[in-house]
Nanobody, 124 residues
C-alpha cells in the first residue's frame, strides 16, 4: 500500500511558477514509477508526465514539454512537479500516482495508487 498526499497548489498569475509536491508513505518509494496527471474543469483527467523509480528517467506530455519538470527525492519519499510560465489552460486539479514500471505510463490504469489532488488555478 502506498499513500500519496499532494500539496503546493494555489492561485497563481499567468507567467508565474509553482512547485507541487507529493509525499509518499507506506512502501519502498524507489520501487514505483511516479506519475503526474491533471484534470481541467469539465474535462477528463490527462497525463502530464512520469519519472521512473531507480534512475529518475522522465517523460512528458507534448503539451507541457519545456515548462514542466518532474523530479523525485528518494531520500525524502517525495515527488515534485515544477511548473514554469503558467498558462490559463494549466488550471486543473493535479494528481500524483504510483505504479509499477510499464511502457503504458501515460494511462491511468498503469497506476494503482493515487493522491486526492491539489488545485492549481491560473489567473489571467
Amino acid at each position: 500500500q502506498v499513500q500519496l498526499v499532494e500539496s503546493g497548489g494555489g492561485l497563481v498569475q499567468a507567467g508565474g511558477s509553482l512547485r507541487l509536491s507529493c509525499a509518499a508513505s507506506g512502501a519502498t518509494f524507489t520501487m514505483y514509477a511516479m506519475g503526474w496527471f491533471r484534470q481541467p474543469p469539465g474535462k477528463e483527467r490527462e497525463f502530464v508526465g512520469r519519472v521512473s523509480g531507480r534512475f529518475s528517467a522522465t517523460v512528458y506530455a507534448e503539451s507541457v514539454k519545456g515548462r514542466f519538470t518532474i523530479s523525485r527525492d528518494n531520500a525524502k519519499n517525495t515527488l515534485y512537479l515544477q511548473i514554469d510560465n503558467l498558462r490559463f489552460e494549466d488550471t486543473a486539479v493535479y494528481y500524483c500516482a504510483a505504479g509499477a514500471p510499464t511502457t503504458y505510463y501515460d494511462r491511468e490504469g498503469a497506476y494503482g495508487y493515487w493522491g486526492r489532488g491539489t488545485q492549481v488555478t491560473v489567473s489571467s
